[in-house]
């Protein structure tokens, strides 16, 4: 599926739980659907099903399952 900004800016394609960018560079991994990158850190989240969205109320969460998992795509 692909994913883009709120204001419409394409961001890239997910693969399993996984997020690519347009270049096929991975952004980060969902985690239900909020969106985390490779260190665990909160990005977005999806909203209206192929929108990621910032909540300001979450962007200092961090997943410490992904930050201390290897990354293997």
Known sequence: MNFWAWGGKYI???SGDILYSY???PIGKFY???LYNLNGRYIGEIKHNNR???NLAKKSYINHV???L???V
């Open 12 to 14: 890239g394609i997910r």
């Open 23 to 25: 270049k096929g560079f």
């Open 32 to 34: 239900g659907d909020d």
């Open 52 to 54: 990621i969205i910032v």
């Open 66 to 68: 992904l930050a201390n």
């Open 70 to 72: 290897p990354y293997i």
